[in-house]
């Protein structure tokens, strides 16, 4: 077991592999699932399984339920069914032959903003279509990353649609006509029996489609997710211990490195400690413009003071 988790931490802290993260989220709360359902069936729990989990997780068509239950607009694309082990399979398979191609020209910070962007802009067409068209029941729920998956097909194929793939007992196709075909199904399922799914599908497709045009004017619109992602995360960083000494007339040492802004600080760490006129500064800097405005080598350089203070 511990084998298997320093294995699992590895490959979860491989640089810059956003694709195997999200990957891994997916297994791991489908595994989680998995087991809750098992363990509610063999205690007789199955129906508070049912009424406090799985309704919790799953997007509800009713826009009545969504409303007392928001968090399903997110929750839903990171969860699959859990009667059908080839859902997430095929999802993730798919994610993973795209989403390498995308982080080949782009990156994974991009990637987990179209993933998430796609899987709302899915979920928003389902409660839409379910809301607006009468024919349809209100009753059902919507769970998958289809909507995310097919916002990374279709925003990959936008992007590079000449890109060359090789298909089992086809050979090299272009990715324009793989993410064709994924939409034409699609459109064909809108009048089977997932409609909601299909629409949903449609929806994430849209979205990636839209993500790819306005990125290449410039415009990133997954970056206020991803921005989101990572102030949340700098909460719940552990921010390092920096020793505050008493200072007399330092402003003309900050003026200098303020005026210095735009050159990198060329330090020696060999030597055994940091001159305390260039940590006085650094610290001037901070009570200004705060410790996130510093330099790579001007938080190594406070790293290395602290060192030597302990």
């Given at each position: 077991?511990?084998?298997f988790?320093?294995d699992?931490k590895?490959v979860?802290?491989?640089?810059?592999?956003?694709?195997?993260?999200?990957?891994?989220?997916?297994?791991?709360f489908?595994?989680?699932?998995c087991?809750?359902?098992v363990?509610?069936?063999?205690?007789?729990?199955q129906?508070?399984?049912?009424?406090?989990?799985?309704?919790?997780?799953?997007?509800?068509?009713?826009?009545?339920e969504?409303?007392?239950?928001?968090?399903?607009?997110?929750?839903?694309?990171?969860?699959?069914?859990f009667?059908?082990?080839f859902?997430?399979?095929?999802?993730?398979?798919?994610?993973y032959w795209?989403?390498r191609?995308f982080?080949?020209?782009?990156n994974?910070?991009?990637l987990?903003g179209?993933?998430?962007?796609?899987?709302?802009?899915?979920?928003?067409?389902?409660l839409?279509?379910?809301?607006?068209?009468s024919?349809?029941?209100?009753?059902a729920?919507?769970?998958?990353?289809?909507?995310?998956v097919y916002?990374?097909v279709?925003?990959?194929?936008?992007l590079?649609?000449?890109?060359?793939?090789?298909?089992l007992?086809?050979?090299?196709?272009?990715?324009?006509y793989?993410a064709?075909?994924?939409?034409?199904?699609?459109?064909?399922?809108?009048i089977?029996?997932?409609?909601?799914?299909n629409?949903a599908?449609?929806?994430?497709a849209?979205a990636?489609?839209?993500?790819?045009k306005?990125?290449?004017n410039?415009?990133?619109?997954?970056?206020?997710?991803?921005?989101l992602?990572?102030k949340?995360?700098?909460?719940?960083?552990?921010?390092p211990?920096?020793?505050?000494?008493?200072?007399?007339?330092?402003?003309t040492?900050?003026?200098?490195?303020?005026?210095?802004?735009?050159?990198?600080?060329?330090v020696?760490?060999s030597?055994?400690?940091?001159?305390?006129?260039?940590?006085?500064?650094?610290?001037?800097?901070?009570?200004?413009?705060?410790?996130?405005?510093?330099?790579?080598e001007?938080?190594?350089?406070?790293?290395?003071?602290?060192k030597?203070?302990?």
């Amino acid at each position: 077991m511990n084998t298997f988790v320093r294995d699992l931490k590895q490959v979860w802290n491989r640089p810059d592999d956003m694709v195997t993260k999200l990957i891994i989220i997916n297994v791991v709360f489908f595994l989680t699932m998995c087991v809750l359902l098992v363990l509610s069936s063999f205690t007789q729990l199955q129906l508070l399984f049912q009424e406090y989990i799985y309704n919790n997780i799953t997007l509800p068509a009713s826009l009545g339920e969504f409303l007392y239950k928001p968090w399903t607009l997110i929750t839903y694309f990171f969860s699959h069914s859990f009667d059908d082990l080839f859902h997430i399979i095929f999802n993730m398979l798919v994610f993973y032959w795209f989403g390498r191609i995308f982080s080949e020209f782009l990156n994974g910070k991009k990637l987990l903003g179209l993933y998430i962007l796609g899987g709302i802009a899915g979920g928003v067409a389902y409660l839409l279509a379910y809301n607006l068209l009468s024919s349809l029941p209100d009753n059902a729920r919507l769970i998958g990353a289809s909507a995310s998956v097919y916002a990374i097909v279709v925003a990959t194929a936008a992007l590079v649609p000449d890109y060359r793939i090789h298909m089992l007992f086809i050979g090299s196709v272009k990715i324009k006509y793989v993410a064709a075909f994924y939409i034409f199904l699609s459109v064909l399922g809108t009048i089977g029996t997932n409609v909601g799914g299909n629409i949903a599908h449609l929806g994430g497709a849209i979205a990636g489609f839209i993500y790819t045009k306005l990125l290449q004017n410039g415009t990133d619109i997954g970056k206020p997710f991803t921005d989101l992602i990572d102030k949340i995360g700098a909460a719940f960083t552990k921010k390092p211990t920096i020793k505050v000494v008493h200072r007399k007339a330092k402003k003309t040492i900050y003026a200098e490195t303020k005026a210095s802004a735009n050159k990198k600080t060329n330090v020696n760490f060999s030597s055994s400690s940091p001159k305390q006129e260039i940590i006085d500064s650094i610290l001037d800097k901070i009570s200004e413009v705060g410790y996130e405005k510093l330099t790579k080598e001007e938080k190594q350089i406070l790293f290395e003071a602290s060192k030597k203070d302990k």
